[in-house]
T-cell receptor
Framework: KQEVTQIPAALSVPEGENLVLNCSFTDSAIYNLQWFRQDPGKGLTSLLLIQSSQREQTSGRLNASLDKSSGRSTLYIAASQPGDSATYLCAVLSGSARQLTFGSGTQLTVLP | DAGVIQSPRHEVTEMGQEVTLRCKPISGHDYLFWYRQTMMRGLELLIYFNNNVPIDDSGMPEDRFSAKMPNASFSTLKIQPSEPRDSAVYFC????????????FGPGTRLTVL
Protein backbone atom coordinates (compact mmCIF):
# COMPACT_ATOMS: atom_id res chain seq x y z
CA LYS A 1 0.00 0.00 0.00
CA GLN A 2 1.37 3.41 -1.01
CA GLU A 3 2.18 5.77 1.84
CA VAL A 4 3.10 9.42 1.42
CA THR A 5 4.91 11.41 4.09
CA GLN A 6 5.50 15.15 4.16
CA ILE A 7 8.11 16.85 6.29
CA PRO A 8 7.94 19.23 8.04
CA ALA A 9 4.31 19.31 9.17
CA ALA A 10 4.55 23.05 9.69
CA LEU A 11 7.01 25.72 8.67
CA SER A 12 7.25 29.40 9.45
CA VAL A 13 9.66 31.64 7.54
CA PRO A 14 10.23 35.38 7.07
CA GLU A 15 9.23 36.95 3.78
CA GLY A 16 11.82 36.69 1.04
CA GLU A 17 13.34 33.40 2.11
CA ASN A 18 13.76 30.48 -0.24
CA LEU A 19 12.34 27.27 1.16
CA VAL A 20 12.01 23.55 0.44
CA LEU A 21 9.13 21.25 1.24
CA ASN A 22 9.73 17.52 1.25
CA CYS A 23 7.61 14.58 0.18
CA SER A 24 8.48 10.89 0.29
CA PHE A 25 6.57 7.84 -0.91
CA THR A 26 7.04 4.14 -0.26
CA ASP A 27 6.22 2.60 -3.65
CA SER A 28 8.34 4.01 -6.46
CA ALA A 29 6.08 2.56 -9.18
CA ILE A 30 4.15 5.76 -9.69
CA TYR A 31 2.46 7.29 -12.72
CA ASN A 32 2.84 10.88 -11.61
CA LEU A 33 3.24 13.17 -8.60
CA GLN A 34 1.21 16.29 -8.05
CA TRP A 35 1.70 19.23 -5.68
CA PHE A 36 -1.37 21.07 -4.47
CA ARG A 37 -2.03 24.16 -2.42
CA GLN A 38 -4.96 24.38 -0.01
CA ASP A 39 -6.04 27.61 1.64
CA PRO A 40 -8.08 27.42 4.88
CA GLY A 41 -11.65 26.35 4.18
CA LYS A 42 -10.98 26.10 0.46
CA GLY A 43 -10.45 23.43 -2.15
CA LEU A 44 -7.21 22.20 -3.63
CA THR A 45 -5.37 24.11 -6.32
CA SER A 46 -3.03 22.13 -8.52
CA LEU A 47 0.44 23.70 -8.61
CA LEU A 48 2.64 21.28 -10.51
CA LEU A 49 2.36 17.81 -12.04
CA ILE A 50 5.45 15.70 -12.65
CA GLN A 51 5.11 12.62 -14.82
CA SER A 52 7.06 9.53 -13.75
CA SER A 53 9.46 10.01 -16.66
CA GLN A 54 10.27 13.61 -15.69
CA ARG A 55 12.78 14.94 -13.18
CA GLU A 56 11.35 18.39 -12.51
CA GLN A 57 8.71 20.97 -13.35
CA THR A 58 8.78 24.72 -12.92
CA SER A 59 6.05 27.32 -12.66
CA GLY A 60 7.02 30.85 -11.76
CA ARG A 61 8.70 30.84 -8.35
CA LEU A 62 7.91 27.15 -7.86
CA ASN A 63 10.12 24.24 -8.82
CA ALA A 64 9.28 20.63 -8.09
CA SER A 65 11.73 17.77 -8.47
CA LEU A 66 11.15 14.04 -8.56
CA ASP A 67 13.56 11.21 -7.74
CA LYS A 68 11.42 8.19 -8.36
CA SER A 69 14.06 5.62 -7.47
CA SER A 70 14.51 7.03 -3.99
CA GLY A 71 10.83 7.83 -3.54
CA ARG A 72 11.30 11.55 -3.00
CA SER A 73 10.05 14.86 -4.27
CA THR A 74 10.79 18.42 -3.23
CA LEU A 75 8.91 21.64 -3.79
CA TYR A 76 11.16 24.67 -3.88
CA ILE A 77 9.60 28.09 -3.37
CA ALA A 78 11.80 31.04 -4.22
CA ALA A 79 11.52 34.47 -2.61
CA SER A 80 8.56 33.53 -0.44
CA GLN A 81 5.69 35.99 0.07
CA PRO A 82 2.93 36.23 2.70
CA GLY A 83 0.47 35.20 -0.01
CA ASP A 84 2.25 31.84 -0.20
CA SER A 85 0.91 30.98 3.26
CA ALA A 86 -1.20 27.85 2.87
CA THR A 87 -1.05 24.08 3.30
CA TYR A 88 0.92 22.30 0.59
CA LEU A 89 -0.07 18.75 -0.25
CA CYS A 90 1.86 16.16 -2.19
CA ALA A 91 0.00 13.31 -3.92
CA VAL A 92 1.16 10.34 -5.97
CA LEU A 93 -0.82 8.36 -8.52
CA SER A 94 0.04 4.68 -8.32
CA GLY A 95 -1.24 1.13 -8.13
CA SER A 96 -3.43 -0.99 -10.36
CA ALA A 97 -6.39 1.04 -9.14
CA ARG A 98 -4.59 4.24 -10.19
CA GLN A 99 -5.33 5.81 -6.83
CA LEU A 100 -4.11 9.25 -5.83
CA THR A 101 -2.58 8.98 -2.36
CA PHE A 102 -2.07 12.20 -0.42
CA GLY A 103 0.42 13.20 2.21
CA SER A 104 -0.79 14.98 5.32
CA GLY A 105 0.56 18.30 4.11
CA THR A 106 2.98 21.02 5.22
CA GLN A 107 1.38 24.13 6.71
CA LEU A 108 3.46 27.10 5.54
CA THR A 109 3.36 30.53 7.14
CA VAL A 110 5.33 33.35 5.54
CA LEU A 111 5.72 36.25 7.93
CA PRO A 112 5.73 39.81 6.56
CA ASP B 1 -14.51 26.75 -18.12
CA ALA B 2 -15.91 27.30 -14.62
CA GLY B 3 -13.97 24.42 -13.16
CA VAL B 4 -15.43 21.63 -11.07
CA ILE B 5 -18.68 22.74 -9.45
CA GLN B 6 -20.00 21.30 -6.21
CA SER B 7 -23.19 21.93 -4.32
CA PRO B 8 -24.10 22.64 -1.67
CA ARG B 9 -20.99 24.30 -0.25
CA HIS B 10 -22.18 23.71 3.29
CA GLU B 11 -24.66 21.19 4.64
CA VAL B 12 -25.82 20.80 8.21
CA THR B 13 -28.14 17.91 8.95
CA GLU B 14 -29.26 15.72 11.79
CA MET B 15 -28.21 12.16 12.35
CA GLY B 16 -30.35 9.73 10.39
CA GLN B 17 -31.18 12.12 7.58
CA GLU B 18 -30.32 11.50 3.95
CA VAL B 19 -27.64 13.74 2.46
CA THR B 20 -26.99 14.23 -1.25
CA LEU B 21 -23.87 15.98 -2.53
CA ARG B 22 -23.62 17.05 -6.14
CA CYS B 23 -20.79 17.53 -8.59
CA LYS B 24 -20.41 18.84 -12.13
CA PRO B 25 -17.01 17.95 -13.61
CA ILE B 26 -15.07 20.02 -16.10
CA SER B 27 -16.54 19.58 -19.55
CA GLY B 28 -14.67 16.96 -21.56
CA HIS B 29 -13.11 15.26 -18.56
CA ASP B 30 -13.84 11.56 -18.56
CA TYR B 31 -12.71 10.74 -15.02
CA LEU B 32 -14.53 11.85 -11.89
CA PHE B 33 -13.35 11.28 -8.34
CA TRP B 34 -14.97 11.68 -4.90
CA TYR B 35 -12.70 12.34 -1.91
CA ARG B 36 -13.28 12.92 1.78
CA GLN B 37 -11.03 15.08 3.97
CA THR B 38 -10.91 14.86 7.76
CA MET B 39 -8.40 16.03 10.32
CA MET B 40 -7.75 12.49 11.47
CA ARG B 41 -7.40 10.72 8.12
CA GLY B 42 -6.50 13.48 5.68
CA LEU B 43 -7.68 13.14 2.09
CA GLU B 44 -9.06 9.75 1.07
CA LEU B 45 -10.41 8.54 -2.27
CA LEU B 46 -13.94 7.19 -1.93
CA ILE B 47 -14.83 6.22 -5.49
CA TYR B 48 -14.03 7.12 -9.07
CA PHE B 49 -15.79 6.90 -12.41
CA ASN B 50 -14.54 6.58 -15.96
CA ASN B 51 -17.00 7.52 -18.70
CA ASN B 52 -19.80 7.46 -16.13
CA VAL B 53 -18.99 3.91 -14.98
CA PRO B 54 -17.82 3.28 -11.40
CA ILE B 55 -14.34 1.76 -11.58
CA ASP B 56 -13.18 1.50 -7.97
CA ASP B 57 -15.41 1.98 -4.95
CA SER B 58 -13.13 0.27 -2.44
CA GLY B 59 -12.79 3.51 -0.52
CA MET B 60 -16.49 3.85 0.19
CA PRO B 61 -16.66 3.39 3.95
CA GLU B 62 -20.00 1.65 4.33
CA ASP B 63 -23.15 0.64 2.54
CA ARG B 64 -24.66 3.88 3.77
CA PHE B 65 -22.62 5.59 1.07
CA SER B 66 -23.55 5.41 -2.59
CA ALA B 67 -22.50 7.32 -5.70
CA LYS B 68 -23.95 7.66 -9.16
CA MET B 69 -23.00 9.31 -12.41
CA PRO B 70 -26.06 9.32 -14.66
CA ASN B 71 -24.33 11.36 -17.37
CA ALA B 72 -20.99 12.95 -18.21
CA SER B 73 -21.83 16.24 -16.54
CA PHE B 74 -23.31 15.20 -13.21
CA SER B 75 -22.55 12.97 -10.25
CA THR B 76 -24.03 12.52 -6.79
CA LEU B 77 -22.72 11.13 -3.52
CA LYS B 78 -25.45 10.05 -1.16
CA ILE B 79 -25.27 9.15 2.52
CA GLN B 80 -28.29 7.42 3.99
CA PRO B 81 -28.65 7.44 6.94
CA SER B 82 -26.05 10.01 7.94
CA GLU B 83 -24.06 9.76 11.17
CA PRO B 84 -21.96 12.33 13.10
CA ARG B 85 -18.76 10.54 12.05
CA ASP B 86 -19.57 11.36 8.44
CA SER B 87 -18.85 15.02 9.18
CA ALA B 88 -16.03 16.03 6.82
CA VAL B 89 -15.29 18.01 3.69
CA TYR B 90 -16.20 16.09 0.54
CA PHE B 91 -14.34 16.98 -2.65
CA CYS B 92 -15.11 16.12 -6.22
CA UNK B 93 -12.31 16.15 -8.82
CA UNK B 94 -12.08 15.45 -12.52
CA UNK B 95 -9.35 14.72 -15.03
CA UNK B 96 -8.93 14.03 -18.72
CA UNK B 97 -7.40 10.61 -18.12
CA UNK B 98 -6.14 8.64 -15.21
CA UNK B 99 -2.41 8.08 -15.09
CA UNK B 100 -1.24 11.02 -17.11
CA UNK B 101 -3.19 14.13 -16.35
CA UNK B 102 -3.84 16.49 -13.51
CA UNK B 103 -6.83 16.16 -11.26
CA UNK B 104 -8.75 19.38 -10.78
CA PHE B 105 -10.66 19.76 -7.56
CA GLY B 106 -13.93 21.46 -6.75
CA PRO B 107 -14.32 23.78 -3.74
CA GLY B 108 -15.75 21.00 -1.59
CA THR B 109 -18.88 20.49 0.48
CA ARG B 110 -18.47 20.89 4.22
CA LEU B 111 -20.86 18.40 5.83
CA THR B 112 -21.82 18.58 9.48
CA VAL B 113 -24.01 15.84 10.91
CA LEU B 114 -25.41 16.70 14.34
Amino acid sequence: KQEVTQIPAALSVPEGENLVLNCSFTDSAIYNLQWFRQDPGKGLTSLLLIQSSQREQTSGRLNASLDKSSGRSTLYIAASQPGDSATYLCAVLSGSARQLTFGSGTQLTVLP
Amino acid sequence: DAGVIQSPRHEVTEMGQEVTLRCKPISGHDYLFWYRQTMMRGLELLIYFNNNVPIDDSGMPEDRFSAKMPNASFSTLKIQPSEPRDSAVYFCASSLSSGGDEQFFGPGTRLTVL
